[in-house]
């Protein structure tokens, strides 16, 4: 059974940073997309970044380009996310989730649908 446990959330002002990291158990011998969605009060959960099996294909939303990083260590099945230069517009509920449909490979939708796997969220709030 696949889990995810999200990590590192909590309160920063605005300009500052904070890494997000998302423990995954249950992958073992599995290939698998990951990703970070946000889900901010009142509206849809956003695709923030996603990243393949292999490391060394990314996507980022255009709003978080440049201030956002994701990587991953899959010696620790472990997903992260560097968040620096944080504005308020990034405070949210951060998930990670995994796709192991595609073989590693990571859809071109920013669907939620696209992952089956979803950990319960870390909360990150961005005050000015």
């Known amino acids: 059974q696949v889990q995810l446990v999200e990590s590192g959330g909590g309160s920063v002002q605005a300009g500052g940073s904070l890494r997000l990291s998302c423990a995954a158990s249950?992958?073992?011998?599995?290939?698998?997309?990951m990703a970070w969605f946000r889900q901010a009060p009142g509206l849809e959960r956003e695709g923030v970044a996603r990243?393949?099996?292999?490391?060394?294909?990314?996507y980022y939303t255009v709003s978080i380009k440049g201030r956002f990083t994701i990587s991953k260590d899959n010696a620790k099945s472990t997903l992260y996310q560097q968040m620096n230069s944080l504005n308020t517009g990034d405070t949210a509920m951060y998930y990670c989730?995994?796709?192991?449909?595609?073989?590693?490979?990571?859809?071109?939708?920013?669907?939620?649908?696209?992952?089956?796997?979803w950990g319960q969220g870390t909360q990150v709030t961005v005050s000015s």
């Open positions: 249950g992958v073992n011998g599995s290939r698998y997309c």
């Open positions: 990243i393949n099996y292999w490391g060394d294909v990314t």
């Open positions: 989730a995994a796709d192991l449909t595609r073989g590693g490979f990571c859809g071109t939708s920013r669907s939620p649908t696209d992952f089956e796997h």
